[in-house]
């Protein structure tokens, strides 16, 4: 399995800022991906992010408003810029390898 | 991209076996079924995989026809720590970006 660790684990942001959330792998894994999952619902997939690349965004995300870096097989970044309250959700990082999924425990956004 | 459709919630009682069924008609030859759980504030969490007939692993066992549109995962005499949100997936192995998280069946374990 791997571990993935995430920071922060929460914050409370000013509507008009962004925030830099980061992910870390305790090993390497072939993929890194993105997703946000509002209270009560399911994960929604925010992109791909690609060693060494751009991040390949899903429908309905763009990379200006949630870039993404991956410098490497084992950490990534997702930043929400410009956050605005309809931003507040809990951001999940999760790595693939062999068909397995392994996931953070998340990052809990609130914008106000 | 095969979507897959499972019941919203389900109840249960402690000591007993409860089985979640996932349809999925549009299986791709390639796509694996994996199933995953989530705890309330934590990130899911790979219960079993498979690609056809049954899977047996230390906490779950899944069932899948020969057509592998539907599979079923099974909690064998579950518990209380059992309640949680389970999640049916499919994909290839390699196209990760296929496995798309579908709303999940709430489990509730009563005592």
């Known amino acids: 399995s791997a571990v993935i660790s995430q920071k922060p684990s929460r914050d409370i942001c000013q509507r008009g800022t962004s925030l830099t959330i980061q992910c870390q792998v305790d090993?390497?894994?072939?993929?890194m991906f993105w997703y946000r999952q509002q209270p009560g619902q399911s994960l929604t997939l925010i992109a791909t992010?690609?060693?060494?690349?751009?991040?390949?965004?899903e429908s309905g995300f763009v990379i200006d408003k949630f870039p993404i870096s991956r410098p490497n097989l084992t950490f990534s970044t997702l930043t929400v810029s410009n956050m605005s309250p309809e931003d507040s959700s809990i951001y999940l990082c999760?790595?693939?390898?062999?068909?397995?999924?392994?996931f953070g425990e998340g990052s809990r956004l609130t914008v106000l | 991209l095969a979507k897959t459709t499972q019941p919203i919630s389900m109840d249960s009682y402690e000591g007993q076996e409860v089985n979640i069924t996932c349809s999925h008609n549009n299986i791709a030859t390639n796509d694996y079924i994996t199933w995953y759980q989530q705890f309330p504030s934590q990130g899911p969490r790979f219960i079993i995989q498979?690609?056809?007939t049954k899977v047996t692993n230390e906490v779950a066992s899944l069932f899948i026809p020969a057509d592998r549109k539907s599979s079923t995962l099974s909690l064998p005499r579950v518990s209380l720590s059992d309640t949680a949100v389970y999640y049916c997936?499919?994909?290839?192995?390699?196209?990760?970006?296929?496995?798309?998280f579908g709303k999940g069946t709430m489990l509730l374990v009563s005592p």
């Open positions: 090993s390497q894994v072939t993929m």
């Open positions: 999760s790595g693939g390898r062999l068909g397995e999924l392994f």
């Open positions: 992010a690609n060693q060494g690349s751009e991040a390949t965004y």
């Open positions: 498979g690609y056809k």
């Open positions: 997936l499919v994909g290839d192995l390699g196209g990760y970006s296929t496995l798309t």
